[in-house]
């Protein structure tokens, strides 16, 4: 198998994402994983491990839209937006929620929008991340980040308890998305449950349990190369003087029918480069020798 290759993993709740990825190494018997995005422990779901050189195309990976199912409770407000963290709010207005008003509010939070991330998050304030200074008992005020909600609709309404399933941009906090649908209800909420079912065209069916990380076979059948886990990404197929050129660090004139932004190069079924396409040349950003 080649060295370089992107692994869909489907987390268990309980492990932390690095503790896939550790298993994995083992597993793998390499050191150089990665993955493209992480899951709370309480969250299951899909994990793209990227594993090799493969770990040098994770951001073009991370940057996709991602798809989650999950449950929010009505009714009470966590420290972390979820339900590892402790109460600090209840209230008795879920009880006058509808089914109509569930979606009503989902209807309206669909679009672009600005969210403020959980207190409880990975975000930096002056150089520190947010949880280090909410774990010391300091008041974190994140400022709110562009976010996308492509998709969002009900699975089921039992109050006070809400199924649904979004589909958003990355960066979007699905813990910060039940806090907020739970305000537009006029109640409290947090998040109880998470499951990731797809990251851009990856679906969590086809991915691997941990348990089969050791099984060589399984893994094989499984792993995609760097070209074809970037397959969101448009392909320019570059002939053998081209690919040199490329490999040099030589801009190519842009290609016909392909805009502008990211795009894949290849030749003979391998990823060469992602480059940028501009209006007057194609120019390598990364470059692969596998």
Same mark, same amino acid.
């Given at each position: 198998m080649t060295p370089a290759y992107v692994l869909p993993v489907d987390k268990p709740s309980g492990p932390t994402s690095h503790d896939v990825v550790g298993l994995a190494r083992r597993a793998l018997g390499t050191r150089r994983i990665g993955h493209t995005g992480t899951l709370d422990p309480f969250a299951s779901g899909l994990l793209l491990l990227c594993v090799g050189g493969a770990t040098r195309i994770a951001e073009y990976l991370s940057a996709q839209d991602k798809t989650y199912e999950a449950t929010l409770e009505l009714g009470r407000a966590t420290d972390t937006d979820d339900r590892m963290g402790q109460i600090r709010a209840?209230?008795? /207005?879920?009880?006058?929620? *509808?089914? /109509?008003?569930? @979606? !009503?509010? +989902?209807?309206?939070?669909q679009g672009a929008q600005l969210q403020t991330?959980?207190? %409880? $998050? /990975?975000?930096? #304030?002056?150089?520190?991340?947010?949880y280090d200074r909410a774990r010391r008992g300091e008041t974190v005020a994140l400022e709110a980040v562009p976010v996308d909600i492509h998709a969002l609709e009900a699975l089921a309404f039992a109050p006070?308890?809400?199924?649904?399933? @979004?589909?958003?941009?990355?960066?979007? %906090?699905?813990?910060?998305?039940a806090r907020d649908i739970g305000a537009a209800l006029g109640t409290s909420a947090h998040l109880t449950e998470l499951r990731r079912t797809a990251v851009g065209r990856f679906r969590v069916e086809e991915? +691997?349990?941990?348990?089969? +990380?050791?099984?060589?076979?399984?893994?094989?059948? *499984?792993?995609? $190369?760097?070209? =074809?886990?970037?397959? =969101?990404?448009?392909?320019?197929?570059?002939?053998?003087?081209?690919?040199?050129?490329i490999r040099h660090g030589q801009a190519l004139p842009p290609? $016909? !029918? #392909? !805009?502008?932004?990211?795009c894949a190069l290849s030749h003979e079924?391998?990823? #060469? /480069?992602?480059?940028? #396409?501009g209006p007057d040349a194609l120019r390598p950003r990364k470059v692969f020798a596998w």
């Open positions: 209840q209230d008795d /207005a879920w009880r006058a929620v *509808t089914d /109509a008003d569930v @979606v !009503g509010v +989902l209807t309206g939070f991330p959980p207190p %409880y $998050s /990975a975000k930096k #304030v002056a150089g520190e991340r947010a006070p308890r809400l199924d649904f399933r @979004v589909t958003c941009s990355s960066g979007t %906090y699905v813990r910060a998305l991915a +691997l349990v941990p348990e089969a +990380l050791g099984d060589a076979e399984r893994v094989r059948a *499984t792993a995609l $190369s760097p070209l =074809h886990a970037l397959g =969101h990404l448009p392909r320019v197929a570059l002939q053998a003087d081209e690919v040199r050129r290609p $016909s !029918g #392909v !805009g502008a932004g990211v079924d391998e990823l #060469v /480069a992602v480059a940028e #396409v």
